[in-house]
């Protein structure tokens, strides 16, 4: 038995008496069309942007759309993690998944098996320190504002593949090749995009259009999306080992309703357009529980300002003298 299967009994007892058998059905339908037609304005969206990139001059005119393609860059790795729990597809397709991984991995330049068996070792281990990868490599070790800056910055690249890298080694070798392969296909396909940018439309077209997006507001969009996931929890409650976010249709937007990630984890099987439906439906059980959701804005102020330390129940934790080194 997984770590959070152990201690999450209780609460999904507690979960299933909260939700009728018909809410249930109906929350973990799946459509594919919506999720297509999703998928299919993210990539709008990025080449929108992207024509209007390379139309503006001014700053001020094409960085806004700079903004909304590094986003929709990293909603790729929504649209994976989707496909990684299976949420896709009426009909389970080993093969027609397998291709949606790979083709969803490639704009981020991460590997599609490698974010399979990280984010699924993070639902099993959800809780400990030891048995979440994400939390054991990936987690500030430092509760320093510094550092926790510089996931905000490129500096998240190296800091997100060393974390990779160090949790891939427990993997058999298989596996190992196989996220080698993956990674260096789409590093090649990257720099293939950027070399012809810069030769077609020169490195200035090239700096606005691939390296702000990509290097600049990635990481921001990356950041900000893991801060509302894990970072303020109650240590002593399963209920509240991810972070209630509320619900708002600009981060419905702007994340593919990523932003309810607590929900996500209550009932992974959900798909993502279906979980603000099911954050209305279990806003009675948030009020029994006392639990207060937060937005991204405060969950900045907590985290850079007041340098809460994660994995700890931000509201109750003095405001200065953080402890040296997060768990």
């Known amino acids: 038995m997984t770590y959070w299967a152990e201690h999450a009994q209780q609460l999904k007892r507690e979960l299933t008496a909260e939700l009728s058998s018909e809410d249930l059905r109906g929350l973990h339908q799946k459509q594919p069309w919506l999720h297509a037609l999703i998928a299919a304005a993210n990539i709008a969206a990025l080449i929108l942007s992207g024509v209007a990139i390379v139309h503006f001059d001014r700053w001020y005119l094409w960085l806004p759309f700079a903004i ?25 397709d080993d093969r027609a998944y397998r291709i949606l991984g790979l083709l969803y991995a490639i704009p981020s330049g991460i590997s ?79 720099l293939g995009v950027l070399a012809a940018i810069a030769l077609i439309g020169g490195w200035w077209i090239a700096w606005k259009l691939y390296v702000v997006p990509v290097f600049f507001v990635f990481p921001v969009a ?15 409650d399963p209920a509240q080992w991810a972070t209630l976010v509320k619900g708002s249709w600009f981060w419905d ?33 948030y009020e029994k529980r006392g639990m207060t959701s937060r937005g991204f804005g405060q969950l900045v102020w907590y985290y850079l300002i007041l340098n809460r330390k994660p994995h700890t129940k931000w509201h109750e934790v003095p405001a200065v003298g953080a402890p040296a080194t997060a768990e």
């Open 222 to 236: 990356f950041a900000l999306n893991r801060l509302g996931q894990h970072y303020d929890i109650d240590p002593d």
């Open 112 to 190: 599609a098996s490698q974010f399979t068996r990280w984010h699924l070792d993070h639902h099993a281990g959800l809780g400990s320190y030891e048995d979440d990868p994400k939390r054991h490599y990936l987690t500030p070790k430092i509760n320093a504002r510094w550092l926790k800056f510089l996931y905000f910055t490129p500096a998240l690249f190296p800091i997100y593949f060393r974390a990779a890298g160090q949790e891939a080694r427990s993997y058999e070798p298989e596996m190992q090749k196989r996220i080698a392969r993956e990674r260096i296909g789409t590093i090649v396909f990257q």
């Open 68 to 92: 909304v393609a590094g986003f929709a860059v990293f909603d790729f790795t929504v649209l994976l993690h989707e496909v990684v729990h299976r949420a896709v597809l009426t009909q389970s």
């Open 253 to 285: 937007v702007a994340y593919l309703f990523s932003n309810y990630h607590l929900e996500h984890h209550y009932f992974p099987g959900v798909p993502f357009y279906n979980l603000p439906r099911l954050q209305k439906l279990l806003m009675p059980f």
